[in-house]
């Protein structure tokens, strides 16, 4: 399962987008890029996922670079209750999500 | 999306006493469950990982003898945190995936272990 790196914390203004980075330069062929959010004190909410093609849902759009070495999550249109800590994981055949550290997202008004 | 759910929710016990956390995917058959573990300000652990019918696979560092997991039918799954001291007080949260439900993994609302 592939090492993910990912900013400590970011900011955002309430109503603009929030592209959250990460890069996963040693993800292989077939492991799936998954985000996964925490809000404090609960399980965590799955949000998007890919493997080569950008994706988007209600939720959010992930972008993957052509090489697949790293993606951005966008939340576009931020809100208060989009603070959380935001989870990037590579997803191999065994099925296991392995969490790093994530990145701290503060929405602000 | 799908609902996994976790009970109890909170939990204070007292040392050398064990306690059972249940884990219950309540809307699709989950083949395979996975127990972490979080301390505050960090990170999940990946404790083990259950398929139903056969026994767990633990993460390197955890002790099977001490959590104790069972996983019995589709839908439910079992952690008992044995002979509980208080560096066991974490939060505990189960996740529950099934093939039937495209390749995302769903996670239950987490139990929190207080040992006294």
């Known amino acids: 399962d592939a090492k993910t790196t990912q900013p400590t914390s970011m900011d955002c203004a309430e109503g603009r987008a929030a592209n959250l980075p990460c890069n996963h330069s040693t993800i292989s062929g077939n492991e799936y890029v998954y985000w996964y959010r925490q809000i404090h004190s609960q399980g965590p909410q799955y949000i998007i996922h890919?493997?080569?093609n950008n994706e988007t849902n209600e939720m959010a759009s992930l972008i993957i670079t052509e090489d697949r070495k790293s993606s951005t999550l966008i939340l576009p249109h931020a809100t208060l209750r989009d603070t959380a800590v935001y989870y990037c994981i590579g997803r191999g055949p065994t099925g296991k999500l392995i969490f790093g550290q994530g990145t701290t997202l503060q929405v602000k008004p | 999306g799908a609902v996994v759910s976790q009970h109890p929710s909170w939990v204070i016990c007292k040392s050398g006493t064990s306690v059972k956390i249940e884990c219950r995917s309540l809307?699709?058959?989950?083949?395979?469950m996975f127990w972490y573990r979080q301390f505050p300000k960090q990170s999940l652990m990946l404790m083990a990982t259950s398929n139903e019918g056969s026994k767990a696979t633990y993460e390197q560092g955890v002790e099977k003898d001490k959590f104790l997991i069972n996983h019995a039918s589709l839908t439910l799954s079992t952690l008992t945190v044995t002979s509980a001291h208080p560096e066991d007080s974490s939060f505990y949260i189960c996740?529950?995936?099934?093939?039937?439900?495209?390749?995302?993994?769903?996670f239950g609302q987490g139990t929190r272990l207080t040992v006294v």
């Open positions: 996740s529950a995936r099934s093939p039937q439900l495209n390749t995302e993994a769903f």
């Open positions: 890919g493997l080569k």
């Open positions: 809307d699709f058959q989950a083949t395979t």
